[in-house]
């Protein structure tokens, strides 16, 4: 039962019927994870090339092909590599112009579930590198940052209310000993909280644990220079999608198409909810907002 519910694509019907996948068209999913998106447009007859910089998953996820061969596999391309390098990988692989470019930037719920690497609250590894290339892990930054720089972050990228308190907290803690594990790390944002008398309505570290990973990743950066990269290979009419989670993603994304529109190199832009049945259904597409732009 769990491997069913390790990957539920959001807006799965919506992304579908904006790029309308069919034989002969060519989509990139920047986000592929384990094909979630990707496996239905395969399965419509068009050719995929799927993006992603975690090489667990790409593991996985070919080991899976190899276990499912009556999939619709045969016209994927997987290449292990961050959206930012979606226009390099594209010319190099011979894949452009495409016809619509997907980036779903939410974690699966692999990650939460078994990557046990301080994505979720209980998890003993205290790492959230999406990459194992990356310089700098979150036990760093946590153990290692001055009060300054915690707070700032805490802010900056997920507009935590009570950042003070929580660098403070984290700073006078590590006096003591190192913070070693998520676990630890959401207990002590969960005290600060308690102390405060704030009762949130979700998990008190989810803004710490958003912010920190947001850091690691680079995943801000990343974004711009990814989508810089999908527009520049879209034929004329391609379809450019985004869903986001956060505030901070979407605040980018909607900037970036706002000035790409500016520029006549997009054209109107659509925003999309899941709809209440897909909400019921799987929790974790409430923040979803997908929002949609056609090159010029």
Known sequence: MEKKREHVPVLLKEVIQILDPKPGRKFIDA????????????????QVLGLDWDPEVI??????????????????TLVEANFAQI???ARESNFYPVDGVLFDLGL?????????????????RLDMRLSPQLPVTALEIVNRWDYDQLNQIFIKLAQEKLAGPIAQALVRARRLKPIKSATELSQLVAQVYQRQ?????????????????????????NLKTGLEGAVNILVSGGKLLVITFNSNEDRLVKQFLREKRQQDQLGDLKLIFPSREEISQNPLARSAQLRVAIRR
């Open 31 to 46: 986000t592929f994870g384990f094909g979630g998106h990707a496996r239905e447009m395969l399965r419509q007859g068009a």
């Open 59 to 76: 593991k996985l996820t070919k080991e899976r092909l190899v276990a499912c061969p009556s999939a619709p596999w045969s016209n994927l």
């Open 87 to 89: 226009e390099e990988v």
């Open 108 to 124: 699966s719920r692999w990650h939460y579930k078994k990557a046990q690497r301080g994505f979720s609250f209980q998890d003993q």
């Open 197 to 221: 008398g704030v009762k949130p309505k979700h998990h008190p570290a989810t803004k710490v644990f958003l912010a920190l990973r947001t850091v690691v990743n680079q995943e801000l950066a």
